[in-house]
């Protein structure tokens, strides 16, 4: 049976999971559309925060990704308060069903978290399957890619190499975009900061360079933590992106082929 629960706004009744570390913000409203839609949620702006006695309106204001890979996911949500917590995207959406109610909580009234350990041991369980052993340079790479990187916020010059002309599948408009990886990616600045790869739409202006695998690039854009996912199942494999590339180059601009 269906619980009513009043929208008491009383942050004492209220179990917080504080984010720990950096929280990624939406780029666009695309990317908000796309990660709801990636999280089997309703594209809204509002949802519901339920416990036993009560429920909270909140927005989702963010993310944290983690695993090896970055492709798993915890919500941070924003109270009308102003106070953030962390939520498993499954939980949320559970939470917005009409009979989410008793079952959902334990004797003395706190969530049950059984559900969400039980989705996060899947989770787990995926991450820690046996994979084939990793070689030195591998596990070099990894540590190197593990490193926390203080991306510029403002526009900056860059060098890179054309590495792959890729095609990514963009859930807005459900067709594929057209898209550039580049590899030995540097920010240069007072002390030139290595990327590594980094990839960015092949737009008109990129294409007016009739640009070639094996090209050096010079040229002035905006670099932002955006994964490009690594091969797709429906792109052919001249177009399938050889790895997933964590960063995205924004508006690029005074290209110069060296």
């Known amino acids: 049976m269906a619980i009513t629960l009043p929208h008491i706004e009383d942050a004492n ?51 944290q990704a983690y695993g090896e890979e970055d492709d798993h996911y915890t919500i941070v949500i924003k109270f009308q308060d102003g106070k953030l917590s962390c939520i498993h995207p499954a939980y949320l959406k559970e939470m917005q069903a009409g009979n989410f109610g ?26 820690q399957a046996p994979t084939p052993p990793k070689t030195t340079a591998t596990k070099t790479k990894k ?23 890729a095609l990514s599948y963009n859930h807005f408009t459900e ?13 240069h600045q007072d002390d030139p900061l290595p990327i590594g790869l980094a990839w960015c739409s092949h ?24 994964k490009l996912p690594k091969a797709q199942d429906d792109v052919d494999e001249e177009h399938k992106a050889e790895e997933a590339v964590p960063y995205k180059i924004n508006n690029p601009s005074k290209i110069e082929k060296q």
């Open 13 to 63: 009744q209220t179990n917080y999971l504080p984010p720990q570390g950096e929280i990624q913000p939406f780029e666009s409203e695309e990317e908000y559309e796309t990660k709801l839609k990636e999280w089997k949620l309703p594209a809204k702006k509002a949802f519901w925060f339920k416990q036993k006695t009560h429920q909270r309106k909140v927005e989702i204001v963010g993310y």
């Open 102 to 127: 008793k079952e959902a909580f334990d004797a003395a009234g706190q969530p049950n978290t059984a559900q969400i350990e039980e989705k996060q041991a899947d989770e787990k369980t995926k991450e």
């Open 143 to 165: 540590k190197e890619a593990a490193k926390k990187i203080q991306l510029p916020e403002d526009k900056v010059a860059f060098s890179a190499i054309v590495k792959q002309f």
């Open 175 to 187: 067709d594929h975009d057209e898209v550039i990886v580049l590899d030995e990616v540097v920010i």
């Open 203 to 226: 737009s008109k202006t990129l294409k007016k360079q009739e640009l070639a695998i094996g090209n050096k690039l010079s040229f002035n854009g905006k670099i932002v933590k955006k």
